[in-house]
């Protein structure tokens, strides 16, 4: 069964930085893209990153470029997101989602985590 | 910048058929997905590649997509079906692109 969890949401001040991991398990960990999706409260989803499987060629927004980045550990099938800068409207659920396939872009995305809830206030 | 465009909500009645639409540039050039979310719960996909739907998905959704427009169906529609429905693309820059919503009403 494929699963991934979330963690590392929390309260942040604006200028402040977090961390966000994503456990994964069954599946072949280097075998599929992942992606992180958000989604802020009551509002509708926007795709933030995403990184190949094999590769680990990274994709952004333009609204996150040269603050966040995703990376990924192999060795114990990690999704991280570091998430730096943060601005008020950061605030959002973040859900990592697995791909289809290992594609970073271009391919649908068929099992989400819960997600974690990032609150960016002073 | 590419963009998606949803109708904010559409409504059905119960075993009717209810058409969600999604509309951007050329978007029958790529391939849209269509995924589902109830209230508190993560995002769920329902079809993808345009109208494959992953298993588990039951045959009465379906989908299309052609020119400008992306449109996922629903026959038969049954409560169970009422939540946000979120079309998604990649942009010639391979970033991803969603619509922003349409509530799906079943009354």
């Known amino acids: 069964e494929v699963q991934l969890l979330e963690s590392g949401g929390g309260l942040v001040q604006p200028g402040g930085s977090l961390r966000l991991s994503c456990a994964t398990s069954g599946f072949t960990f280097y075998n599929y893209a992942l992606n992180w999706v958000r989604q802020p409260p009551g509002k509708g989803l926007e795709w933030v990153s995403s990184?190949?499987?094999?590769?680990?060629?990274?994709y952004y927004a333009d609204s996150v470029k040269g603050r966040f980045a995703v990376s990924k550990d192999n060795s114990n099938n990690t999704l991280y997101l570091q998430m730096n800068s943060l601005r008020a409207e950061d605030t959002a659920v973040y859900y990592c989602?697995?791909?289809?396939?290992?594609?970073?872009?271009?391919?649908?995305?068929?099992?989400w985590g819960q997600g974690t809830l990032v609150t960016v206030s002073s | 910048s590419f963009e998606l465009t949803q109708p904010p909500s559409v409504s059905v009645s119960p075993g009717q058929t209810a058409t969600i639409t999604c509309s951007g540039d050329n978007l029958g050039d790529k391939y849209a997905c269509w995924y589902q979310q109830k209230p508190g719960q993560s995002p769920v996909l329902v079809l993808y590649?345009?109208?494959k739907r992953p298993s588990g998905i039951p045959e009465r959704f379906s989908g299309s997509n052609s020119g400008n427009t992306a449109k996922l169906t629903i026959s038969g529609t049954q409560a169970m079906d009422e939540a946000d429905y979120f079309c998604q693309a990649w942009d010639s820059s391979s970033a991803g692109v969603f619509g922003g919503g349409t509530k799906l009403t079943v009354l």
């Open positions: 990184i190949s499987g094999a590769a680990g060629a990274t």
């Open positions: 989602a697995k791909a289809m396939v290992d594609m970073a872009t271009g391919t649908d995305l068929d099992f």
């Open positions: 590649q345009d109208n």
